[in-house]
């Protein structure tokens, strides 16, 4: 059973540019949940999707948006990069009910912007 | 004032040494909390739940104190494989995780 595929693994954009992440969750798993994890950081919360509908939001700009999709996968999109988007950014899913050991996190793409 | 915050470290402990980490929080809404391990740019896994009563796992035990939003793991017989950062996590709101920076431990020969 594949758990959390994250892709690509690794990335580097000019800052100004744009920049879409992917996430295919866990079989079983419909709620997807993105965070970014900064050099020497814990990760932090970005955004929690279920039902194709952005259900929860961290202290994000604008710049960051999300989808679902019908399949339950997701993409992270970023816009008008900024040096400090500079990150590991993890995608972890669950079920909607969930206990922690629902959450699986996938390993990660790394982005880097110069 | 952070939601989570933890001692950074590094905590550096020879093989065989017992090691406690502290972690207090700052949202009393919060539902459940975690210990997460996280290697050398990988992802971070789930080490352990934290119980009000305490809970142990191996060498590993973890506590919550409510009253004081204060949350604890201690690590006994470390070996050279628990070198990591440890994270500590609280799940609140629509079953968000919010984690502290992570406490880095080097165990040594």
């Known amino acids: 059973d594949a758990g959390v595929t994250q892709s690509p693994t690794h990335l580097i954009k000019t800052r100004g540019q744009q920049v879409t992440l992917r996430c295919s969750p866990k079989?079983?798993?419909?709620?997807v949940s993105w965070y970014q994890q900064a050099l020497g950081q814990g990760p932090q919360f970005i955004f929690q999707?279920?039902?194709?509908?952005?259900?929860q939001r961290g202290n994000f700009p604008d710049r960051f948006s999300g989808h679902q999709f019908p399949n339950y996968s997701s993409e992270l999109n970023v816009n008008a990069l900024l040096l400090g988007d500079s990150a590991l950014y993890l995608c972890?899913?669950?079920?909607?009910?969930?206990?922690?050991?629902?959450?699986?996190f996938g390993s990660g793409t790394r982005l880097t912007v110069v | 004032r952070k939601e989570v915050e933890q001692d950074p470290g590094p905590f550096n402990v020879p093989e065989g040494a017992t090691v406690a980490f502290n972690c207090t929080y700052s949202n009393s809404a919060s539902q459940s909390f975690f210990w997460y391990r996280q290697d050398c740019r990988k992802e971070p896994k789930l080490l352990m739940s934290?119980?009000?009563s305490g809970n142990e796992d191996g060498r590993f035990t973890a506590q919550l104190n409510r009253a004081s939003q204060y949350i604890s793991l201690l690590i006994r017989d470390s070996k050279l494989s628990d070198s990591a950062t440890y994270l500590c996590v609280a799940l609140s709101g629509y079953s968000t995780l919010t984690f502290g920076k992570g406490t880095m431990l080097l165990v040594s020969p």
């Open positions: 999707y279920y039902e194709e509908e952005e259900r």
């Open positions: 972890a899913s669950s079920p909607l009910s969930v206990t922690n050991y629902g959450y699986t």
């Open positions: 934290v119980y009000s």
């Open positions: 079989s079983g798993h419909d709620t």
